[in-house]
Structure formats: structure tokens, C-alpha cells
């Protein structure tokens, strides 16, 4: 153990633990090897055991499925299975004898006597077999069975006592094997266990040792350290040894001498600092009780302060307080949800610009202006908020002033007012409109009468004011009750609001009476289309609750100025006129003006008879000249139609063909004029091969782009040739550029059709139009030519018209030329072609040919002249 | 595995099954053989089978080698073609009505031709026909390898019930070396003064037998059996060659004929084989096992059995091998024409019991085993009594070196005079226990031939009565069908 003081720690452990490993491993290896042997051993012996057992026991089943076969065969009835059993005995019989010669080969157990004993046993029974299968080939199953009964079962015995001896000796072969085994295997598990002990006490020993040399040294410097840590002082523990525990005591024995020098200085600091903090303490006695007074001070005010800041927090009214350049510092909860905002978000934020997002400009200005002059600001504003939601509210801005009566913050002062707003304007509403109908009642029509007849009298345009009666309502009401009365009124409120124009006012006069307000109006006629439509909407029955109910307006109309000059008078003459109304027969209307009325009237009646004008054959059209200038010969004509209507006699053309286009008319009186202008062109045509047919076109026969399908219809029906027709348009045709309107013109240009611009010069004279439209022909109003010998400018108009049409390309016709004057001023500008009653009227299509197709043009022109 | 590779190796592996079956094809069985083992294969893999099923087969002691093969060769081939396993055992010795009424654990088994009605009555079989349609099979007829008689071995009342596995036509099997022994010809000639030969008719048979009668030596004449169980089968083609076409037992109202001249000319000639017989053949239970062992060891001169007879005389084991010819059946003459009958006289053909719990494997196993290649195997097995049911085992080299050629030749010739076994007909157990019973009793000389035939004739009309005439006529139309319609000579 010496030896062993001189190394240190680590190098005796590694010693110690390697020792012990190597002492294990060996031990492991022995057991290991112990252990293998004695499994090989019993492998072996179990092995040979079973093996033979197994073979022993093999030719036990298979001597006795031999014999089960063996008495099949003898006793076998069907003679064709015979074969298939003999094929079953010989195999059973090959397999047993290979098996039997394996089993003598492998057995080592058994003696050998037994073993011949049974070879003989065997070779006996198979001679039976032999005899028993050839008795079975022959049919002899009496003899099979009598061997199989009383001969080879003998043998079959034998053999079966033979494998049960073999069986017992082997038994007892087995049995020796094992007690040999068990011995050795005894044996080597107690060297094993002698070994082991050995490896124990050595492992055992040197532990206690090493630990006793290890224990007494540490306890030695355990308990010198202890003295110390309890203040004792004394003298060097003893170094003993050369390793780490050595040099360990040394150390500590300097530590020890070190700690006694430092112990005396710190006892001497510790009296001084004593007296010291005594000193101190004193001192800090009177300051705290100096802070406790301040602090119970500061105490109060803060709650006073947290109880008035509670109290804006909570207060339903909107609060914030913002310093004196508009940012909001303080702002409250019931301030902040109002406006949808976070608190920390408006914290901070001018709280001009918020205002100025939430309400009017001039507001804003208003009130900037009001607190920077130091004053209060007080208003009602809608405010829109977060989300779109308006809200009213009452705002109060006021100045906050420091002692000395400068502005330091502002505070502002918000609450809700909107339930309250809300609540006037529905008083408002229901002071206004009529609950049943949600029309305006009487007093906001007549409140907005009188704002329309001052726009009226600003403009100087027509108020119509039409009052409007349910004829036979009380009866209803009476008869199916109130409520089915009110809800009649309700859909015809409905149908009044549809059949007037959005800007019209529909009102609820009262009972069974409406108001309608028609503004912005030319003329009082101008109202006429509007009462047909309110008639028209009440031809309709209502079906009110399963009713199916008839009722029809009377309606009295008067136009302001001419009919009154206040709502009062207005409202009165148009009550009379419906009285008229009544009077007339119900469901009709009537002005208060008479001239109005009447014309009214007979509009509607020319209407009633135009639409009955064709198939009464009252139309019929007449046929103007054209003559070129130059020769003075007809080139074609300008079919113009003419009504002879059986009510009126001849109307003209100013008259019906303004109300066709207004009723839609025209299209079937243009289709009819087309067809028979065309076949009326195409007998000229013969006679003259280059005569043109010229037509007027409405605009409204463009709408639906029929107008195309038309023309060539007619075409087709006549045989005239296309590029031989000439329609005539009007400038207002081209002014709103309507696709299907230039589709129409270029596909009519494309298919040859000439197209002519009439009336040129009366509307805008938009250059344009002959640039970006298709035309061939510019016919030059007639305005221009009748005053061109007059007047220079209109000349200088003509000239330029002239020039420009030329320059441009374009066929001229002047239109209306009556004197050799103007034809002359013609001739001079160079326009190609002329109509006018100076060439001739237009004429019936008998009386054109019986003129200008048989004769010369000169001798016309000259008579006519 | 993801499905759809799952669904690929699947599609795979039935590719190479099919490449397997198309090689299995051409070197071992027909259409038929390959047909069936797909569908198998095919039904599997739609679950109507399941994977790795056992079929238990049970057939007779005599007769489990023909089902089985060669050291189980077809018992092996079926189980490796089909993943399925084929479980073949010995059926005891009853009767297939009580067998199979009884039995619960059978998915195929055999049953004589004419016991079909009464199982059929007792709802004992599964019919057939629609396994037929459903898997697109027939029973060809046709010359090169149609089935010898599947009209009479497979219908019953327009139906299929059985699958044909076993041609067991009657023969005569005579010593030919005896008829060609020339001191016999001239003993013949100069007692009976006609030649030595086959015979033609039912009373030369009776002289031949006579001739060669010698109880004596140990020798008889006639090796028929002559008990209670199987003497219809020795006493139907007597009968039924009596008249042009046929002698039928039962007139078209099912009136029985056979208390007729005819009937009592048949039965005399078979009661006249009994002085040429063993001492024990009247002995109940005295059937074939009886009689064979002396024709196969060369105590007799003449037997009739069916087509596996000259299986076992053919035996090197047989004293009899090489000596012994098969000839048609005698007939007999009416006017001048030789009317030959014979008739299926046991018949071990395939049925499938109501029972089955298998009845999809065992139609498809029946359908392989007597395909026309595969069943060569099955009928030429040595060690089995299944004879040839189809007109391919005919030609085949190795079913001639087990029957002989000329063996097989007379069958041929023979298919034509077959009439149907038995009555056909519902009931048939209580008809044909009664004519056995009547004959027996008349060869042991307690009945005169005529008093037997009465005594069956009106036995027979208490039957058809309990049976329901009408329905048995019914039946008996389609039975008479049958019937050859022609005679050969």
C-alpha cells in the first residue's frame, strides 16, 4: 500500500477498476464455456433420443396402416378396387422395409439381437403379404382372408412386439446417457462456483483496504476544517503522503494561517462601522417622518383626482380634452365608442382634423374661428362615423384658461342627439306625407307647387297641376268595406308614381283625390301624353283581397301661369276641370283652359283617325319634279304624302306626320309610302330609264334597324332599281350618333341606295354629318333659296353650300325655287338640280305623268312660269 | 402497397395464370379442362369461391381412382391448377338415395342412371341446367369426342342432373378360345348341327351356355347372377328385344306390357340360364362379385357385365387374358328382323347434392375431370370400374391397351341398341323391386313366368296409381323417346 501513496488518485483507481474488469471477463468466459458445454450435451442426448423414438414410432404406424391395408385387400367385395389396393399394399410395403433399413442404420441404442430378431419378424410377414396379394389377384378372397386371419397376423404381431423391445432398450440406452451427462454437467458447475469465490474474496479484499487507506486521511482534513469553520484556531494538520489528499493538507494549513490575520483586521473595521451607522440612523429617523407628512398629502389629492377621472370615464356624455395646439390628451370612453375609434388611437391626433372628417367645411371653419378667439362654441352636427353610420350629435367646444387667463387646453363636450333628430323627422315626415299611400299629402304638394311655379317663373317654362279623382270610389268603400278602399288606393297610388316621369310629383289631396305636379313643361299640351299613360294605367282592373275591381280616373288639369298664379287658384281651377271631367263622361280629362282643352281634344281625334287613315285608303301620296338645272330636264321625283282624311278633308302634312312620329305611326305610313313610290318609279322608269325616286325617311322608322328590310322589300316587290331610290333624312336623325343608325346608312349605301340630306342648313350643319355618313345628295333648304334674291347673305349661305357640296362630292338640289331669279342664281353657282313650284307642285301620280312624263320639260317649265 | 399497384400485380398474376393454363392446355387437357379451371380461378377471384376450398368428393371403393388418377396425378393437377383442394373418399355401400338423403358433408358424388328420378322427386339433387347455361357448357353427342349417351345418362325431365362419368353399357363376354377350339366346333355341329359361334339370339345363347355346361369339372355355361338386387339388369334386354323397334314396358297410358307374350318369352329365357349356372346363384347377394371370379379364372364360358369386365380378364393375373372376346348383346328375331337391346346397367355418373356447400366447385370439377383429354386419365386408370363415356376414349391408344380394341369396338357398335336402365321413371326403386323380386322368385321355380309378369304388371299399375297416372304418363312420353328407334338387322 506504500507504493501506492506515491501515485496519485487516478492512477490507483484506474488500477483497481481494470483489475476487478479483468477478474470478471474471465470469470464470464469460464461460466460461458461451462455453460455451452452443458447445452451441447443435453442437445445432443435429446436429439439421438427423439430422433430414434421418432423412428421407433414411424414403423409402428407404419406396420400397422400395412396391416390395415393387408385386411382391406382380403376383404375387399368390389373385384375392380383390387388393383388399386395391391397398388397401395406394394407401396406401403416398399416404404417399410426403406424405413426399417434407415432405422438400423441410424440406431445406436437398441442391441443387435433385437434388431435381428425384428429383420427376420418382418421378412416373414412380407411372405405373407406376397401370399395374401397373389390370392387377391386371383379372385380367392377366401383364401386372402384365411392367411390374412390366421397367418400373417402372427408375423404382423411379431413385429409389433419386436419395435416395442427395441422400443425398451432404447429407452434404457436413453436414460444411461442422461445420468452421464447430468454427472458431467455437476461437475463442472462446482469448479465453476470454486472459481467464482476466489474472484469474490480478491475483489472484496482490496476494496476494504484502498477505502480504510482513503477514509482516515479525509476524516483528518474533514475535521481540521470543521475547527476552523467553528473559529478555533491550531496548530498544521500532519502531511502524510505524496498524492492529491497531501497536497490538499498543505493547503489548508496555509489557508488556516491566512484566515487568522484576516479575522483580527475585520474585527477592528466592524467597531468602527458600528459607530458609524448608529450616527446614520438617527439622521434617517427625521427624514422619513418629514416624507410620511408629504406622502399623506399626495395621498388625498390622488384621490381626489382617480374620483373625478372615474367620474368623466363613466360619464355618458362624449368628453376629451385636447392641449392648445388640438391634440387630444385626455379623451373619455363614452367619447371614444360614440365615434367607433380606439382610445389609444385618438390619443394624440388633432382633434381638428378628426372634426373636419366628420362634419361640414364651413362648420369647421365657424367653429376654429370661435375657440381661437377664446370663446365657447356650441352646435348640432351629423357626424358620419366609423362604418358609414350617421349619427347627430351636439358638440360644445370650450377654451380652458390657466390663472393668469391664457388658453392652455381645450375641452370639448359631446352627446348623442340622434333618437331626437330621428324623432323630428319623422314628426316631420308625417306632417308631410299621407300614411296610407307614402305619397306627399296636400301640404307639401302645395309646398312644392309653389317652388315649382317659381322655377316656372324663373325658366319660363309651364307648371301643369293635374287633379285626379277615382270615379265611383265611395261605392266601393261603402260596399266592400274600408279597408279594401284603402288598399285600392294604395295600388293606385302605385300606378299614378308609375305612369308619371320621376321628377313629377305624385300627392294624396285626400280620400279618393291626388294631386299630380308636372314642372319644366313648354306648353300646357305637353302634358297630355302623361294623363294618357294615367289613363292608360287604370285600364288595368285592381284585384284587391280576391276582388277584381274597375275603376277609373277623372282627371282636371291647369297650367300655371295661365290658370292661376298662386298654388291656392291653381289647385281650385284644376278641381273645376275635373268636375268638367266628371261631367264629360268619367275617365277622361279636361283643361281649364278652354283653347288647350279644345286642342287637346281634336289631337286626340286626328290620332283616332290616322291610325284608321291606310286601311281606309285616305292616304295617298304626291309626286314633286326634280328637273337638272343644266337641261332643264325631269330627272325624278320627291314622293310627298298627303292624308284625305274623311273627318277633317285634307289635312296637312305639318299636322299628322309630327302626330305619327309621336304615336309611332309613321313606320307602317313609311312602309306604305315606300312600297308604292317604288312601284309608281318603277312605271316611270320605263319611260325614263334614269329616273330617281326620291322619299323621306323618319328617324323613328330607323329604331329596330327594320328600315333596311323595308326598302329592300319594297325594291324586290317593284323591280325599281336600287341605286335609283333616294331616301332623304333630317340632320335630327344624326344628331344622337345611334350605332343602328349608322349601320342602317352604310349598308343602304353599300347596296346602292342614294342617300340625300334634306333641309340642309336648318339644324346644326355639322359638317361632320357629310363627312362620317354616307351621303350622295345635299338638298338646300328652302329658307335659303326663297330669301337668297333678297338678302346677300343668304346667298353667300347658298354659295357656300353650293361649293362645299361639290367640293365634298355631292349632288345638289335646291329646294323650293318658284322664280327664274333663283334659278338663275342656281344656275350661276352651279347647282346640278332644282324643285319648286317654278318647275311644279307636287301633284297625284296620274296627274305628274299626264304633265312631265308625255311631254318636254322646256314647254313645262315655260308654262308653269 | 398503393391500390392501384395492388390492382396492377393483380392483373399481372392473372396474366400469367392465364399464360399457365393456355401451356397446361396444350399439353395435358381440352378446352373443356382449361375452361373450367379459369372459371374457378375467375370465381375465386370474385369471392362466389373461396381461396383454398376443399371439395369432398365421395365416390364407391371401386372407383375413387378414376376420380383421383395414377397416384393421385389429377387429385394433384386440379389443386395446383385451382389453389383449391380436392378431399376423395370411400361413400359406404348404400344405395345413393339413402347416401345422399343422408349424408351432409358431400359436394360431388355418383349416382346410377336410373335412380335420377327419385332423388330428383325427393329434392336431393341440384339441378344443373343453370350452371350449365350460366358457364356456357354442353353435352356434345358428336362422333370425335362427344359423350356416348349423355341423352340417357344426364337428363332427367328435360333437366340436367348428372354429369356422364361412366359408359357402363352390358356385354356378353364369351371363351373365344373355346368357340375356336376345333373339337368343340365339331362336338357343336354334330349336336345341334349349325356352327360354332357368337350368338345371335337369346336362344342360341341358351344352347351355347348348354353346350358348354360341364358342373362336373368345376365348368359352367352361364355366369349370370341370378339374385333378388340385380336381376332386372339380365332381364331388360331379353324384353326389350321382343319386338320392332322396342318391346316397352309401359303402353302410352301407362298400362304395363309386360304380362304379354313377350314379357313371359323374356323371362323363360331367363330362368333357363340358372341349370347352366354356379350352385349358389340364386343366393340373395350372389351378384357379379359372384360370378366374376369364375369367368376371370376360367370356370365358365360365358358372363355378361359391363365394359370394366374386360378391364380385369385383360389382368395378367387372369387365366382368362387374351382367351376371351365381348360380343353384342343377343337379341331376338321378329319376323326377319334381329332386334339386339342392351342397356346401362350400373353407370356411376356425377351429381351434385342439394346439400353441397360447394355446388359451384364441384359442377366446374366435373366439368374438368371428364373433359375428353383429361378423363383419358380417369378412364384409363387400371385400378378402377369407370368405363368409357366418351366417343374419344374409343380411339385412344392407352384406353385400348387397358379394354383391348376390340372390346371397345363392340361397345361401339353396341350404343345403338341401348335402351334407358330401368323404368326411368319416378319410382322406379318400387317398380324394378318388384320385377326383381317376381323374377327372382321365378327362377326358383315359385312362380311361373306368366304369373310373375301378372303379378309385376299389376304391382306396377298400384305404383303408377300412387305416382299419379297422369304424371307418370307424362314421364313415361319422354322416357319412350329414348328408346332406339330402329333395329340393326
Not at chain 1, 353599300?750 to 345628295?777: C, E, I, Q
Not at chain 1, 334674291?789 to 354659295?799: A, E, H
Not at chain 2, 353346350?211 to 362336373?216: D, K, L, S, T
Request: proline content about 4%.
Amino acid at each position: 500500500m506504500n507504493m501506492w501513496r506515491f501515485t496519485s488518485f487516478r492512477k490507483q483507481l484506474l488500477a483497481a477498476f481494470g483489475g476487478i474488469g479483468v477478474l470478471v471477463m474471465i470469470m464470464l468466459l469460464l461460466g460461458n464455456q461451462i455453460a455451452g458445454v452443458s447445452i451441447k450435451q443435453f442437445t445432443r442426448l435429446i436429439s439421438d433420443q427423439v430422433q430414434v423414438l421418432a423412428s421407433a414410432n414411424d414403423l409402428h404406424l407404419r406396420i400397422g396402416r400395412l396391416r390395415l391395408v393387408e385386411i382391406e385387400l382380403a376383404n375387399l367385395t368390389d373385384y375392380f378396387a383390387v388393383a388399386n389396393e395391391l397398388q397401395t399394399l406394394n407401396r406401403q410395403i416398399t416404404e417399410f422395409q426403406r424405413e426399417l433399413e434407415l432405422f438400423e442404420q441410424q440406431q445406436q441404442y437398441a442391441s443387435g439381437a433385437v434388431m435381428r430378431s425384428l429383420g427376420r419378424s418382418w421378412e416373414l410377414y412380407r411372405q405373407d403379404l406376397q401370399v395374401v396379394s397373389g390370392y387377391a389377384k386371383k379372385m380367392q378372397m377366401g383364401e386372402a382372408i384365411r392367411v390374412s386371419s390366421f397367418q400373417s397376423v402372427l408375423h404382423f404381431k411379431d413385429i409389433q412386439l419386436q419395435l416395442q423391445a427395441v422400443s425398451s432398450s432404447m429407452k434404457q440406452a436413453v436414460q444411461q446417457a442422461y445420468l452421464r451427462t447430468e454427472q458431467e454437467q455437476q461437475q463442472l458447475r462446482s469448479g465453476f462456483t470454486l472459481v467464482s469465490l476466489l474472484g469474490l474474496f480478491v475483489v472484496i479484499s482490496f476494496v476494504v483496504l484502498f477505502s480504510r487507506s482513503l477514509s482516515r486521511r479525509v476524516i483528518s482534513l474533514r475535521d481540521a476544517a470543521e475547527r476552523v469553520s467553528r473559529g478555533f484556531t491550531h496548530s498544521p494538520i500532519h502531511v502524510d503522503g505524496n498524492d492529491e489528499l497531501a497536497s490538499l493538507a498543505a493547503a489548508f494549513n496555509q489557508m488556516q494561517q491566512q484566515v487568522q490575520s484576516r479575522e483580527r483586521a475585520l474585527t477592528e473595521a466592524h467597531d468602527t462601522l458600528e459607530m458609524r451607522v448608529e450616527h446614520r440612523t438617527r439622521e434617517l429617523n427625521a427624514s422619513n417622518q418629514h416624507l410620511q407628512q408629504e406622502m399623506d398629502e399626495r395621498r388625498r389629492v390622488e384621490i381626489s383626482l382617480k374620483l373625478l377621472s372615474q367620474a368623466m370615464e363613466q360619464s355618458p356624455v362624449g368628453v376629451f380634452i385636447a392641449d392648445i395646439k388640438g391634440r387630444i390628451e385626455y379623451v373619455n370612453d363614452a367619447f371614444v365608442k360614440s365615434l367607433g375609434y380606439h382610445s389609444a388611437a385618438l390619443t394624440g391626433e388633432s382633434f381638428l382634423l378628426l372634426i373636419q372628417k366628420a362634419i361640414p367645411r364651413d362648420v369647421t371653419r365657424e367653429l376654429i374661428a370661435t375657440i381661437n378667439a377664446g370663446q365657447e362654441w356650441r352646435g348640432e352636427v351629423e357626424v358620419r362615423l366609423e362604418g358609414g353610420v350617421f349619427e347627430w350629435m351636439s358638440l360644445r367646444i370650450a377654451p380652458v384658461k390657466s390663472a393668469d387667463r391664457q388658453i392652455t387646453h381645450f375641452l370639448a363636450i359631446k352627446e348623442d342627439v340622434t333618437v331626437r333628430k330621428q324623432q323630428e323627422a319623422k314628426i316631420l315626415y308625417q306632417a308631410q306625407f299621407d300614411s296610407l299611400t307614402d305619397l306627399p299629402n296636400r301640404a307639401l304638394a302645395l309646398d312644392r307647387l309653389s317652388h315649382s311655379m317659381v322655377a316656372a317663373e324663373r325658366h319660363g317654362s309651364k307648371v301643369v297641376l293635374m287633379f285626379l279623382d277615382l270615379d265611383d270610389f265611395k261605392k266601393i268603400n261603402d260596399s266592400l268595406g274600408h279597408e279594401i278602399g284603402d288598399k285600392l288606393l294604395m295600388q293606385a297610388a302605385a300606378r299614378l308614381k308609375q305612369a308619371v316621369r320621376k321628377s313629377d310629383t305624385v300627392a294624396r289631396q285626400g280620400g279618393d283625390e291626388f294631386l299630380v305636379i308636372l314642372d319644366g313643361l313648354t306648353t300646357g299640351a305637353d302634358a297630355e301624353p302623361v294623363v294618357e299613360n294615367i289613363l292608360k294605367s287604370f285600364n288595368c282592373s285592381f284585384l284587391v283581397d280576391g276582388h277584381d275591381l274597375v275603376v277609373t280616373p277623372s282627371i282636371g288639369l291647369a297650367v300655371y301661369p295661365e290658370d292661376g298664379e298662386d298654388p291656392g287658384k291653381l289647385l281650385r281651377n284644376a278641381d273645376l276641370a275635373m268636375y268638367q271631367a266628371k261631367e264629360d263622361g268619367r275617365n277622361t280629362f279636361h283643361f281649364y283652359n278652354r283653347m288647350i282643352h279644345d286642342h287637346s281634344l281634336q289631337r286626340l281625334e286626328l290620332e283616332r283617325e290616322l291610325r284608321h287613315a291606310l286601311e281606309r285608303e285616305e292616304m295617298e301620296l304626291y309626286y314633286q319634279p326634280l328637273f337638272d338645272i343644266k337641261s332643264r330636264k325631269l330627272v325624278g321625283a320627291e314622293a310627298l304624302i298627303r292624308w284625305n282624311s274623311r273627318a277633317f278633308g285634307l289635312v296637312s302634312p305639318n299636322h299628322f306626320i309630327g302626330l305619327a312620329e309621336q304615336t309611332g305611326l309613321i313606320v307602317q305610313l313609311g312602309e306604305w309610302a315606300m312600297q308604292h313610290a317604288c312601284q309608281q318609279a318603277c312605271l316611270w322608269q320605263n319611260l325614263l330609264p334614269d329616273f330617281l325616286m326620291s322619299i323621306n325617311v323618319s328617324p323613328r322608322q330607323f329604331r329596330g334597324g327594320f328600315i333596311t328590310g323595308t326598302i329592300l322589300r319594297s325594291l324586290k316587290q317593284s323591280l325599281f332599281p336600287i341605286n335609283q331610290l333616294q331616301i332623304e333624312v333630317t340632320e335630327g336623325l344624326l344628331i344622337r350618333n345611334l350605332p343602328e343608325v349608322q349601320e342602317a346608312l352604310t349598308t343602304l349605301d353599300r347596296l346602292g341606295v342614294r342617300l340625300a340630306m334634306d333641309d340642309f342648313g336648318t339644324g346644326y350643319s355639322s359638317l361632320s354629318y357629310l363627312k362620317n355618313f354616307p351621303f350622295h345628295t345635299l338638298k338646300i333648304d328652302r329658307s335659303f333659296i326663297n330669301d337668297m334674291t333678297d338678302d346677300p347673305d343668304y346667298r353667300t349661305i347658298v354659295s357656300a353650300a353650293i361649293s362645299m357640296g361639290r367640293a365634298l362630292g355631292l349632288s345638289l338640289v335646291a329646294e323650293g325655287v318658284e322664280t327664274e331669279q333663283q334659278l338663275a342664281i342656281l344656275t350661276e353657282e352651279g347647282c346640278q338640280t332644282a324643285q319648286g313650284f317654278l318647275f311644279g307642285k307636287p301633284v297625284p301620280a296620274a296627274e305628274f305623268s299626264d304633265r312631265w312624263m308625255e311631254g318636254e320639260v322646256d314647254d313645262v317649265v315655260g308654262g308653269a312660269v | 402497397m398503393t391500390p392501384v399497384s395492388a390492382r396492377k400485380r393483380k392483373q399481372f398474376g392473372g396474366f400469367l395464370l392465364l399464360c399457365l393454363l393456355l401451356s397446361a392446355h396444350v399439353v395435358y387437357a381440352g378446352e373443356q379442362a382449361t375452361r373450367a379451371a379459369l372459371l374457378v380461378r375467375e370465381l375465386i377471384a370474385r369471392g362466389e369461391i373461396s381461396p383454398g376450398s376443399t371439395l369432398r368428393l365421395m365416390v364407391k371403393q371401386g372407383n375413387i381412382a378414376n376420380f383421383l388418377g395414377t397416384e393421385s396425378e389429377l387429385k394433384a393437377r386440379w389443386e395446383r391448377l385451382t389453389g383449391t383442394f380436392l378431399d376423395a373418399r370411400v361413400m359406404p355401400q348404400l344405395a345413393s338415395h339413402e347416401f345422399i338423403s343422408n349424408g351432409t358433408d358431400v359436394d360431388l358424388t355418383i349416382a346410377r342412371n336410373r335412380e335420377y328420378p327419385d332423388l330428383v322427386r325427393a329434392g336431393l339433387l341440384n339441378d344443373l341446367t343453370p350452371l350449365m347455361q350460366r358457364f356456357g357448357f354442353s353435352l356434345p353427342e358428336d362422333a370425335v369426342s362427344g359423350y356416348l349417351l349423355a341423352r340417357l345418362q344426364a337428363y332427367f325431365d328435360g333437366r340436367v342432373y348428372a354429369i356422364p362419368a361412366d359408359g357402363d353399357v352390358a356385354l356378353l363376354y364369351l371363351r373365344r378360345d373355346l368357340l375356336e377350339d376345333e373339337e368343340n366346333r365339331r362336338a357343336f355341329q354334330q349336336q345341334y348341327g349349325e356352327p360354332l359361334q357368337a350368338p345371335e339370339t337369346w336362344d342360341d345363347y341358351l344352347r351355347l351356355a348348354a353346350f358348354f355346361n360341364h358342373p362336373e369339372a368345376g365348368f359352367y355355361g352361364a355366369l349370370e347372377p341370378r339374385e333378388p338386387l340385380t336381376a332386372w339388369m339380365y332381364w331388360m334386354p331379353r324384353y326389350a328385344s321382343q319386338a320392332v323397334p322396342n318391346q316397352y314396358l309401359f303402353d302410352d297410358r301407362m298400362r304395363p306390357l309386360i304380362a304379354s307374350p313377350a314379357g313371359i318369352r323374356a323371362t323363360e329365357n331367363f330362368i333357363r340360364t340358372v341349370p347352366y349356372s354356379p350352385p349358389d346363384i340364386l343366393g340373395a347377394g350372389k351378384d357379379y362379385s359372384y360370378t366374376l371370379p369364375f369367368f376371370f379364372n376360367g370356370k365358365g364360358f360365358a358372363t355378361i357385365i359391363t365394359l370394366a369386365g374386360a378391364k380385369l380378364f385383360n389382368l395378367d393375373s387372369s387365366p382368362v387374358k387374351g382367351k376371351f372376346s365381348a360380343v353384342p348383346m343377343p337379341g331376338s328375331r321378329v319376323a326377319d328382323t334381329l332386334v339386339r337391346r342392351s342397356t346401362l346397367i350400373y353407370g356411376n355418373n356425377l351429381v351434385i347434392p342439394s346439400s353441397s356447400r360447394q355446388p359451384l366447385l364441384a359442377f366446374l370439377f366435373a366439368m374438368w375431370v371428364t373433359d375428353p383429354e383429361v378423363s383419358l386419365h380417369a378412364v384409363g386408370v387400371q385400378a378402377g370400374f369407370a368405363d368409357p363415356f366418351r366417343y374419344s376414349h374409343l380411339d385412344d391408344p392407352r384406353i385400348k391397351q387397358v379394354y383391348t380394341a376390340e372390346v371397345l369396338a363392340v361397345l361401339g357398335r353396341s350404343l345403338a341398341d341401348v335402351v334407358p336402365a330401368g323404368t326411368g321413371l319416378p319410382g322406379d326403386d318400387e317398380y324394378i323391386a318388384v320385377l326383381n323380386q317376381q323374377l327372382w322368385r321365378a327362377a326358383k321355380g315359385e312362380l311361373s313366368a306368366a304369373v310373375a309378369m301378372e303379378q309385376t304388371a299389376e304391382a306396377w299399375n298400384r305404383i303408377t296409381d300412387r305416382y299419379g297416372r297422369e304424371e307418370q304418363i307424362r314421364y313415361w312420353r319422354q322416357i319412350r323417346g329414348l328408346y332406339p328407334h330402329t333395329a340393326h338387322e
